[in-house]
């Protein structure tokens, strides 16, 4: 977003990150083994592309080491304040804009308001009796204990989704004994990684055409996989089909059916990739436990059926709690309205970018616009567009305030739900992808080139500008004392 405002001539912005370093995810899972799954040359910006990659599924260092990078190839050091936590955004209507409150209790004054908290920065640790017990080591794999030695341990892994398949195991291969508390299987297809040869990664560094022609061709092979995610697919039936043959040669007694073989459609839960996860089941010292956690006591994990397994560190596997968006911050709107009484029920938002009460407050990576089949970068990129275009036409009009209508975000939420139902998201599976209450809140359920094609143009009527009353002439009407804000 602030390398897009610069480029349009936007420079009175700040970007506000209570960590002290960028990367977002990828400066907090350093857990081992902590990759993308999607391949590399795909998994940066289209307008300041990464051609050396090292890897086609590169890992976390070198993906953090590219998004570090960009803040001083494009000047963004003199617009970052880290360690500069949001806690709350109130809205004026009297003013037109923001007030935002610090966790040290400074306030700032903000025009415009952008969030790119995303959707997995919160991570989830489930309420389970005797946690606070445990006299062992206890740490979620977005928080990695590096200075904890695993090897000779008694490891447990509570949780089994796309972390725990690329950390697992790395685990095994210290732990002395590893015991993984799998609720839901997961489907885990073969990963096509390896290291690019020296003449690749020369040609798609010095022959940009090869380069582009080479990220658009995995983009489109990416694209094409939304047809699994298309509720009664042959594709996924097929599927389904081969993985239970195949992994039904390994059942055995030490790995029963229900470890290995998942019960639901392909796609309902993310896909994962890996080629290690199969043969780190199979070791002697991993053992798979499919019966549900129901205590902690101080050296072991107690299950429901009555088991008792003795334990010294315990990881978490469990993921992030995706569903509470922009949380934990406090946002007030128009009238008073506070966006988590409008989210009650599952966020929504228009384009996943905009909520109707809250002027001049805009998302990246909102509601409805996580993928489960290719890359999450082209759908922020979209939306930085749309971002973009919208402030650059505001400050042409000298608008004071956009806002969605009520009108057009109820008519877009009802299209997105009803697109959603008919995904295999919306099947009886547990999943990140929905609440509670199985509304689907964070996936995007159609083709990405169909939300490029919605973000290009802005539809006449669903946005309210209001025009900014006319200041009167001094110092304090210069665009220099109100600057626009971005704030993360």
Not at 76 to 86: C, K, M, N, Q, T
Not at 313 to 322: A, V
């Amino acid at each position: 977003m602030a390398m897009q405002l610069q480029d349009a001539g936007i420079h009175s912005f700040t970007i506000y990150e209570r960590s002290d370093g960028v990367g977002g995810t990828w400066r907090d899972n350093t857990y081992p083994g902590a990759a993308c799954d999607v391949p590399s040359h795909l998994y940066s910006f289209s307008f300041a592309p990464k051609t050396d990659w090292t890897r086609k599924f590169a890992e976390q260092p070198e993906i953090l080491g590219y998004f570090e990078s960009l803040i001083d190839s494009h000047g963004l050091r003199p617009h970052l304040r880290f360690d500069a936590e949001v806690t709350s955004a109130t809205w004026s209507d009297d003013d037109q804009s923001w007030g935002l409150t610090l966790a040290d209790g400074e306030r700032v004054t903000a025009d415009v308001v952008v969030s790119g908290l995303g959707q997995l920065n919160r991570p989830n640790i489930p309420e389970i009796p005797g946690l606070e017990d445990f006299e062992g080591t206890l740490f979620h794999s977005a928080r990695w204990d590096h200075d904890h030695d695993l090897r000779g341990e008694r490891v447990a892994v509570i949780g089994i989704g796309a972390s725990a398949i690329q950390f697992v195991p790395r685990v095994a291969a210290q732990a002395r004994q590893l015991t993984l508390f799998q609720r839901s299987v997961n489907y885990v297809a073969p990963k096509p990684d390896r290291a690019y040869r020296q003449w690749e990664r020369w040609l798609l560094d010095h022959v940009p055409p090869l380069q582009r022609a080479y990220r658009a061709s995995i983009y489109w092979r990416f694209e094409a996989r939304f047809a699994l995610m298309r509720k009664g697919n042959r594709i996924g039936a097929l599927m389904q089909d081969r993985f239970g043959k195949e992994l039904g040669k390994l059942v055995s007694s030490k790995l029963p059916r229900e470890a290995l073989i998942p019960d639901y459609t392909p796609g309902c839960r993310r896909i994962l990739i890996a080629n290690d996860w199969y043969p780190t089941l199979l070791r002697p010292d991993v053992e798979v436990v499919t019966d549900d956690v129901t205590e902690i006591t101080e050296h072991s994990i107690r299950t429901a059926h009555g088991g008792e397994f003795d334990v010294d560190t315990i990881i978490f596997g469990t993921g992030f709690r995706s569903t509470e968006f922009l949380s934990p911050l406090r946002i007030t709107g128009r009238d008073g309205i506070d966006l988590n009484e409008v989210w009650a029920d599952g966020a929504h938002a228009y384009l996943g970018v905009a909520v109707a009460g809250f002027p001049n407050l805009f998302m990246l990576y909102g509601p409805n616009t996580n993928l489960g089949h290719n890359s999450i970068l082209f759908m922020i990129e979209q939306q930085v567009a749309w971002i973009r275009s919208l402030l650059v036409d505001m400050m042409r009009d000298d608008s004071s305030s956009a806002e969605v209508t009520d009108l057009a975000m109820r008519r877009y939420d009802d299209k997105i739900r009803a697109a959603a139902e008919r995904t295999v998201w919306a099947e009886d599976c547990n999943s990140w992808y929905k609440t509670d209450s199985g509304r689907i809140t964070n996936n995007w359920p159609d083709y990405t080139v169909r939300y490029r094609r919605r973000m290009r143009h802005r539809v006449p009527g669903d946005l309210r500008l209001t025009t900014r009353p006319e200041r009167p002439a001094g110092p304090e009407s210069t665009p220099e004392s109100r600057p626009a804000r971005v704030s993360r």
